[in-house]
C-alpha cells in the first residue's frame, strides 16, 4: 500500500506582530490599492489622477467637506467598536443593523410617547441617548443569552434579528407611528429640544466627538480594565479562559449587552443629529458596514477609528468625483471593494508565512 503524499509546506501565523506590522500592511495596502484603481481607471477611459484628485477634494478639500466626512464616518466607527467588543471575545455579532434600529426605536418610543415632556436639550438628550442604549442592549442581550444558556449559534439568531427589527419598524412606521397624512414610513419631526448640539455652531455635531470618546473607552475597557483582559482572553483560548476560572457564559452575555448598547447609540445619535424623526431605511447599512470597519480596523479602537474616517471619506467622495470627473458613482464602490481586498491579503502577508514542514518521500 502507498501512503497519501503530504504537503511539505504549513501556513502559521508569525509570533509578536506588533501594531507597527499592522500599521505598515494597511499603509502598503492603501498604496498598492491606489495603484490597481489607477489602472482601472484609465483602462475605463478616465483620467485616473482626475478621479482621484475628485475623491480627496470631496472628502478634505473644503471645511465644509471635511464636516460631511467625519459627519459620515460617525455611524460606522460606533457600530465597528460594537463590533470589536464581541469580536475581541470570539462572540459573532452581526446583528449591529438590528440593535442600531433598536436603538433609534428606543428613542422614538420615548419622544412620541411621552409628548408632554418639556425638558430642556441638556436633559432631554442624554434620556433618549440612554434609551437608545438600552433598545440596542436587549436586542443584542437576547441572543447573547440564548448563546450563553442554551450554546444557540448567535450569529444566525442575531442575523435573524436583523430582519425581525427592520419588519417590527416598518410595521410601526407604517401604523400607530406614522406621520398622519404622510405616504411614507415616517414619524413626525421631532422637537428642538431632542436635536444633539453641533461644534461651535457649525454642521459637525457633537456624536462625532461621542464617537471618539467611546473609542477611547472601549481601548481602556479592553486594555485597562479586568473585564476586558477576560474578554480577550476568552478570544484567544476559550478554554484555558475556563479554566483560569473565568465565566465564559457572563462573558457572552455581557459582550452582547455591551454590543448591542454601543450598536443602539449609533442608532440614537444618527436619529437625532442628522434625521430628526425615524425614517424606514434612514440607515445605510451603517451596521454591517461597521463590522467590516473593525476587521479592517485590525479589532482595535484606533485602527477603527482611521478605517472609518477613511471610509466615510470616500462615501463622501463619490459626489465630487461625479461632478469633477464625469463616472459613475459605482467606480467608488469598486475602489471600495479593492481596498477592503487588499487590506485583507497584505494583512495575512505580513501577519502568516509559509514554513516546509520537513521532507516528504
Known sequence: MTTARKFPYRIEKKKDVGLAV??????????VSIGVAAIIIAAAGANAAVVLWAIVKGSFGSKNAIIDTLIKSTPIMITALATVVAYRARVWNIGQEGQLYAGAIGATFIVLTFPWLNLPAFLYVPLLLVASVVGGAIWGGVPGWLKA?????????????????LYVTAFLLGGVW?????????????????????????????GFGMALLLAVGVWFLLYKMKLGYEIRAMGINPTAARYKGIAIQKIILLVMLLSGGISGLAGGIELLATQHRLIYGFS????????????????????????AIFFGALQNGSSA????????????TMIMGLVIIMLLLFEALFKYRVRRVGHVD
Do not use: C, W
Not at 499592522?22 to 499603509?27: A, F, G, P, V, Y
Not at 468625483?321 to 467608488?332: C, H, K, T
Open 321 to 332: 468625483m461625479i461632478i469633477y470627473s464625469n463616472v459613475p458613482r459605482q467606480l467608488v
Open 22 to 31: 499592522d500599521l505598515l500592511s494597511i499603509l502598503v495596502a492603501l498604496v
Open 178 to 206: 406614522q406621520e398622519e397624512g404622510s405616504h411614507y414610513f415616517n414619524t413626525i419631526r421631532f422637537p428642538d429640544s431632542t436635536a444633539i448640539p453641533s461644534f461651535f455652531g457649525s454642521r459637525l455635531h457633537t
Open 284 to 307: 445605510a447599512a451603517f451596521g454591517f458596514t461597521g463590522i467590516l470597519i473593525a476587521l479592517l480596523g485590525r479589532l482595535h479602537p484606533l485602527g477603527v477609528t482611521i478605517a
Open 149 to 165: 444558556k442554551y450554546n444557540v449559534n448567535e450569529i444566525v439568531v442575531t442575523v435573524m434579528f436583523n430582519y425581525i427589527m
